[in-house]
């Protein structure tokens, strides 16, 4: 069966410190990768998506970047961490099959700047 | 833009009422459409999707919902909710076309079932 882990599952990091949040996907191949953040009281906000290795495309214009060095690999990244960047980032994933684009999500990642 | 509105960001229920959720889309192509559910401390999770065929959608724990295409709406439906039904639920909207499946998400509803 598929698993989808997510590491830290919190980190507390001061404004201006780097960034490097992990999403590693176990039990399936090729798969679609995400990255979300989850505010209160605004839903899930897609921030990248990637469709292949080195394939990364940008929802939002943002402080992060995101990373896909391996096929069940998706990093997260920031160089300088700011007080906005706090938040649940969520990775999910999903099967590339014609008419099913399901997402399954991991735990996720608390973050908070200070 | 491609957006999903969600209509009750907090309900408050007892246990056995009925429950509704709004969700509405803005977008004119084939969509497909999802209710994903966290509840307190666990993974956000699947509780019913629509691809194609009977509007009409049955989910896990006695969820179904129902796709007007007329309307734009996905609502979410359950006929006596239980406490343990407390959690927060999100609608979400990707296209039928593509190969990337983005997902469009609602803002949430917060449901609290008092026992």
């Known amino acids: 069966s598929q698993t989808i882990h997510q590491w830290p599952a919190t980190l507390v990091q001061p404004v201006g410190s780097p960034l490097s949040l992990e999403c590693t996907v176990e039990g399936t191949s090729n798969p679609n990768l995400y990255w979300y953040r989850q505010a209160a009281g605004r839903g899930l906000q897609l921030l990248f998506y990637s469709v292949g290795i080195g394939q990364i495309s940008s929802e939002v214009p943002q402080n992060l970047s995101a990373s896909r060095p391996q096929d069940r690999q998706f990093i997260l990244s920031s160089k300088k961490l700011l007080l906005s960047d706090s938040g649940f980032y969520l990775c999910?994933?999903?099967?590339?099959?014609?008419?099913?684009?399901?997402?399954?999500f991991g735990p996720g990642t608390r973050l908070t700047v200070t | 833009a491609q957006s999903v509105s969600q209509h009750n960001h907090h309900v408050i229920l007892s246990e056995a009422a009925s429950l509704e959720l709004g969700c509405n889309y803005s977008?004119?192509?084939?969509?497909?459409l999802f209710w994903y559910v966290q509840y307190p401390g666990q993974h956000l999770q699947l509780l019913l999707k629509?691809?194609?065929?009977?509007?009409l959608v049955k989910g896990i724990k006695g969820f179904e919902a129902e796709f007007i295409k007329s309307k734009f709406s996905f609502n979410l439906r359950k006929p006596s909710v239980q406490w343990s039904d407390t959690a927060e639920y999100f609608c979400?909207?990707?296209?039928?076309?593509?190969?990337?499946?983005?997902?469009?998400f609602g803002q949430g509803t917060t449901l609290q079932v008092k026992p």
């Open positions: 629509y691809f194609s065929g009977d509007p």
């Open positions: 977008y004119g192509g084939t969509v497909n």
């Open positions: 979400a909207v990707s296209r039928s076309s593509g190969n990337t499946g983005k997902l469009i």
């Open positions: 999910a994933w999903s099967v590339r099959q014609v008419s099913s684009y399901e997402q399954y």
